[in-house]
């Protein structure tokens, strides 16, 4: 249980490393909104979720050169092309609605810079040769997608709540029933080939 607990953790400081480390798309104008402003949650949310989405597909190149079954190649490779459609489709909405705002700050800098660090420590886990393999590195990879689905689609259903526009509202649902998606089929992999019974 104390294994899964720190995986969970390190799944979330990897992606947010990765989602912090890509450049994030500079295009909007105005100022950050206030916290106290109804739509400052909603654009850490969106900002959070973009960062991921945008950073997950930077494992395709730790993940490239780990041999591992076809079924869990298969998965991973569906879930880095999903996160790139949606990095793609959140920068464009992001253009299209002013509302929403992919360009917010989600940590505080000395969190960001923590987190940073961990995913750096954890990146070298997985490197191609020196880093972890076999059944250990399989598992690990996918309950590290695992939380991370877990953790966004959570995120995305409390957005859900709180946005009142009815284009993103639209997107944000589509999101969420995507996410459900890919987490029951992370989920169904690991309990067949990766947990015991």
């Known amino acids: 249980m104390r294994n899964f607990a720190c995986a969970r953790l390190l799944a979330g400081v990897l992606l947010l490393t990765l989602g912090a480390c890509s450049l994030i798309d500079k295009t909007q104008t105005g100022p950050t909104p ?4 109804p739509r400052a949650q909603l654009s850490i949310g969106y900002s959070l979720l973009y960062q991921e989405a945008d950073g997950i597909p930077k494992l395709k190149w730790i993940l490239m050169f780990k041999d591992k079954p076809e079924e ?15 990095a793609d489709t959140m920068r464009k909405l992001s253009k299209q609605y002013p509302a929403m705002r992919i360009d917010v700050s989600p940590l505080p800098e000395i969190e960001a810079e923590e987190r940073k660090a961990i995913g750096t420590d954890l990146a070298k886990d997985f490197a191609p040769v020196v880093g972890r393999s076999g059944t250990e590195f399989e598992r690990e990879a996918l309950l590290m997608f695992y939380n991370s689905l877990d953790e966004q689609r959570h995120l995305v259903e409390v957005m859900l709540k709180r946005e009142t526009d009815p284009g993103l509202k639209r997107f944000l649902e589509n999101t969420h029933a995507e996410l459900d998606a890919r987490y029951e089929k992370v989920g169904a992999l690991l309990k067949r080939r990766y947990f015991t019974h």
């Open 34 to 37: 206030a916290k106290t402003d």
């Open 72 to 86: 869990m190649g298969q998965v991973t490779k569906d879930l880095m092309s999903y996160y790139e459609q949606l």
